[in-house]
C-alpha cells in the first residue's frame, strides 16, 4: 500500500524508474552480449586446443620411422595431420569444426633432436558481435578479431 503525498510525489517516482532503467538497461545488455561473447570465444579454444591435441597424438603414432624413433614428417602425414584438426578426420570430409579453419592453418614438424612431432595452429576468431565494437565517437572502434594459437608437443611412439 502506497502513501499519497499532497505533492504528487508518487508520480514523479515512477517517472525516475524509467529513467533508470533507461540507463542501466543499455549498460546491462552490453554486459550480457560480452559475457556471451567471451562464452564463445573460450568455447571455440576448447575445441580448437581439442583437435591441435588429437593431431598431435595422430602424428606421433605415425611418424615414428622404425625401431629408432627418430621422427619423420611426410605431405601424407601433414595433410592427414591437417584434415583431422580442421575436420575431426584424416579424410578431410564434412564441415570444419570451427569456421574458416583450414588444413593450411596447420603446421606439423619435428622438433626435440627429431624425438617428438609438434602441431600448431594460429586461428582467428569470429566474433558473434561483428568485426568491431563501436565506441560511437568516444576514440577508434575496438576490433574483436583475435587470433588463437595453440600448440602441442608429443613424443613420437
Known amino acids: 500500500m502506497s502513501r499519497r503525498h499532497p505533492s504528487g510525489m508518487l508520480r514523479l517516482e515512477r517517472g525516475l524508474a524509467t529513467v533508470e532503467m533507461a540507463i542501466a538497461l543499455p549498460l546491462l545488455l552490453l554486459l550480457l552480449f560480452v559475457t556471451a561473447e567471451f562464452g564463445h570465444l573460450l568455447s571455440e579454444y576448447d575445441t580448437l586446443d581439442k583437435a591441435v591435441r588429437d593431431g598431435a597424438r595422430y602424428a606421433a603414432s ?38 574458416s579453419l583450414s588444413p593450411s592453418d596447420v603446421s606439423v614438424t619435428a622438433t ?36 588463437l594459437t595453440t600448440s602441442c608437443v608429443m613424443r613420437a611412439l
Open 62 to 99: 605415425v611418424s615414428a620411422q622404425g625401431s629408432t624413433g627418430f621422427v619423420l614428417i611426410t605431405s601424407s602425414i601433414q595433410s592427414a595431420v591437417g584434415n583431422l584438426v580442421a575436420y575431426g578426420n584424416v579424410d578431410g570430409t564434412g564441415a570444419p569444426l570451427l569456421p
Open 112 to 147: 626435440g633432436n627429431d624425438l617428438y612431432v609438434e602441431v600448431s595452429v594460429t586461428y582467428t576468431y569470429a566474433p558473434w558481435l561483428g568485426d568491431a565494437l563501436q565506441t560511437f565517437g568516444f576514440g577508434p572502434s575496438m576490433q574483436l578479431n583475435i587470433p
